[in-house]
């Protein structure tokens, strides 16, 4: 602010100009994961079944299969993960708690030491350090941002993560199925319709990233149709020595 009140015209507008994507990833990795993982993983069910010269009954179900099976298991994984790695920080919030009560100047000192060897004078540091520690749930906040570097206001949920996974996974898995479910009987379309989706997955990605959305897109939809290709040889291999 300015001597008349007004904020600095310079500040105000570096303010407005310099912002950041959001880097945490909280819904980001499960959603774009599931998304990713429902597409590859189920044109590639679906190209190796159809590549062992199964009708398209057979490709449907399985597709079907593949999608629910996935989606469950995305669910389930993601969750357990998050909630586990979730009861993990609260348990060491719980250790730096006890030794905010037990040892509160052992404490500042080593606030003010970690401040110390970032360049901070050290009777600054300790300054700093010890008006912080006035309040011990603020003291607990910058404690665990400093030394294991969490936000304790900011954990990852289990459900939404949970939640975002099956979601993402099954809108990836449908899409290869969709062509199907409306009468085809033919491999071409559903493969058309994966990959078009892995190109716009990869091109919504690139929105948060350095990335071109050209760039992310193409490398998305190489790798599902490479997935495709060998599953599809795969399946015809098995086939022929089957039959």
Same mark, same amino acid.
């Given at each position: 602010?300015? !001597?008349?009140?007004?904020?600095?015209?310079?500040?105000? +507008?570096?303010r407005d100009n310099h912002t950041h994507r959001d880097v945490n990833g909280g819904w980001l990795r499960p959603a774009v994961f599931g998304a990713m993982d429902g597409l590859v993983s189920n044109l590639g069910l679906m190209t190796g079944v159809a590549g062992s010269s199964a009708a398209?009954?057979?490709?449907?179900?399985?597709?079907?299969?593949?999608? @629910?099976?996935?989606?469950?298991?995305?669910a389930a994984g993601e969750y357990t993960?998050? +909630?586990?790695? =979730?009861? $993990?920080?609260?348990? !060491? $919030? !719980?250790?730096e708690r006890r030794e905010l009560r037990r040892s509160p100047r052992e404490e500042?000192?080593?606030? +003010? @030491? $970690?401040?110390? @060897? =970032?360049?901070?004078?050290? =009777?600054? @540091?300790?300054?700093?350090?010890e008006q912080l520690h006035r309040d011990p749930e603020q003291a607990l906040e910058i404690h665990a941002r400093e !030394? $294991?570097?969490?936000?304790?206001?900011?954990?990852?949920s289990p459900a939404v993560a949970a939640v975002s996974s099956f979601i993402s996974f099954s809108a990836g898995a449908v899409l290869p199925v969709l062509p199907y479910l409306f009468g085809t009987t033919v491999l071409w379309p559903a493969v058309v319709l994966a990959l078009l989706g892995l190109f716009l997955c990869g091109a919504v990605v690139a929105r948060v990233t +350095? =990335?071109?959305?050209?760039f992310s897109g193409l490398r998305q939809l190489g790798l599902g149709a490479a997935a495709a290709g060998v599953t599809y040889g795969l399946g015809a291999l098995f086939g022929v020595a089957v039959g």
């Open positions: 602010m300015s !001597e008349a009140g007004v904020s600095d015209p310079t500040h105000v +507008a570096h398209p009954q057979t490709i449907v179900i399985s597709g079907l299969a593949g999608l @629910a099976a996935g989606a469950f298991s995305m993960s998050v +909630a586990s790695q =979730r009861e $993990l920080v609260l348990a !060491e $919030l !719980e250790v500042v000192r080593e606030l +003010a @030491a $970690l401040y110390e @060897a =970032r360049g901070v004078d050290a =009777r600054l @540091a300790l300054q700093v350090a !030394e $294991l570097g969490i936000d304790p206001s900011d954990l990852p +350095a =990335r071109p959305w050209w």
